[in-house]
Each structure stands twice: as structure tokens, then as C-alpha cells.
């Protein structure tokens, strides 16, 4: 079992960057993929970013490509989103996630709520024009 954390939402105007990050608790938090979903109001969750276990592989939805990076420090147990260019389509809640299985192979396929186990409280982002 992981037990997270998320922190470092906000308010911050179109343009601006923010970072997130998600601290972990629980002996397994370095062998499992990690990800970051967002659900803004009236919307479904969706998918934002993935990293590996170990750091080596990453993965990103269309729309946050080039703006969003995630990483991780498993010697902190913790999962970033750094976040730039940051628009007002993406305000929402911000949510990081453990993967539910260990060292998974496939990170891309890993996109979906389903396949995470834990999930964090949520961060607020909200992004002003």
C-alpha cells in the first residue's frame, strides 16, 4: 500500500508555472509507476502524465506536451509535475496516483484510473486569462 500526498496548487495567471508535488509513504513507492491525473468541474478524470519506476520512462496526454514535465525522486519518495505555459483549460484538481501493479513494463498503456491503486487528496490549480 502508498499513501500520498499532493501539494503545490494555486493561483497563477495564463503564462505563469507552478509545480506539484506528491509525497509518498510506503515501502513499495519505488517500484511503481507513478501518475498525475487533473478533473476539472463537470468533467471526467483524465489522464495528464506517468513516469516509471524507476525515473526512465515517461509519458504525456497531447495537451500537456512540452508544458509539463514529471519526475521523481524515489530516495524522497516523491512524484513532481513541474507545469509552464499554463493555460486556463487546465484548471482543475490535480491528482497524483500509484500504479497498481509493480515495475510494469508497459508505461504507455497505463492511462487509465483502473489502473492505478492509490490515489492522493488533490491539489486545486487554477489558471486565470
Known amino acids: 500500500q502508498v499513501y500520498l500526498v499532493d501539494s503545490g496548487g494555486g493561483l497563477v495567471q495564463a503564462g505563469g508555472s507552478l509545480r506539484l508535488s506528491c509525497a509518498a509513504s510506503g515501502r513499495t513507492f519505488s517500484n511503481r509507476a507513478m501518475g498525475w491525473f487533473r478533473q476539472a468541474p463537470g468533467k471526467e478524470r483524465e489522464f495528464v502524465a506517468a513516469i516509471n519506476w524507476s525515473g526512465g520512462t515517461t509519458n504525456y496526454a497531447d495537451s500537456v506536451k512540452g508544458r509539463f514535465t514529471i519526475s521523481r525522486d524515489n530516495a524522497k519518495r516523491t512524484v513532481y509535475l513541474q507545469m509552464a505555459n499554463l493555460k486556463p483549460e487546465d484548471t482543475a484538481v490535480y491528482y497524483c496516483?500509484?500504479?497498481?501493479?509493480?515495475?510494469?513494463?508497459?508505461?504507455?498503456?497505463?492511462?487509465?484510473?483502473?489502473?492505478?491503486?492509490?490515489w492522493g487528496q488533490g491539489t486545486q490549480v487554477t489558471v486565470s486569462s
Open positions: 496516483a500509484a500504479d497498481q501493479l509493480l515495475f510494469r513494463h508497459n508505461l504507455v498503456a497505463t492511462t487509465a484510473p483502473a489502473d492505478f491503486g492509490s
